[in-house]
């Protein structure tokens, strides 16, 4: 009885059909990986949003119940006299570059008015990228 005997057909993929499928695995890597970079990016700047909508929100509680703006976070931080916290948190609250929020005074002067704000990705004030409390509603309704 005679062996069969092994053909080119049955030894095998060449090493340059191996080197196509390393090739196009790299390449959709490549873009499922940017992606989800892109898509955690994205993900920073909603949350950063939503926080600053609500951290207005506090601030705003803040100044009606006591009738003047705080003067920082730690106001907010700590108990008031009848042992109230406005905010859960031993540290003031930070974007999520890292950055702590600020509280300025809002643009159009009202007194007792405070505006919450993130510099954004780049941390730098007054730039394209800096989120207020004052225009994260209209950033969030244009996504």
Excluded: C
Aim: proline share 5%; glycine share 6%; aromatic share 6%.
């Amino acid at each position: 009885m005679q062996l069969p005997t092994n053909s080119r057909r049955d030894r095998g993929f060449t090493l340059i059909e191996v080197m196509v499928v390393i090739v196009i695995l790299g390449l959709l890597a490549t873009f499922v990986t940017s992606s989800l970079l892109s898509q955690g990016e994205s993900a920073k700047l909603d949350t950063t949003k939503m926080q600053v909508i609500e951290l207005q929100k506090i601030v705003d509680y803040y100044i009606l119940k006591n009738s003047k703006a705080p003067e920082d976070w730690n106001i907010l931080i700590e108990k008031d006299s009848t042992g109230y916290k406005y905010i859960e948190q031993t540290e003031p609250p930070q974007d999520p570059w890292g950055n702590e929020y600020r509280l300025q005074p809002d643009r159009d002067g009202r007194r007792n008015r405070l505006m919450v704000m993130s510099f954004g990705p780049d941390g730098q004030e007054g730039t394209d990228d800096d989120i207020t409390s004052e225009n994260a509603r209209n950033k969030a309704e244009r996504r």
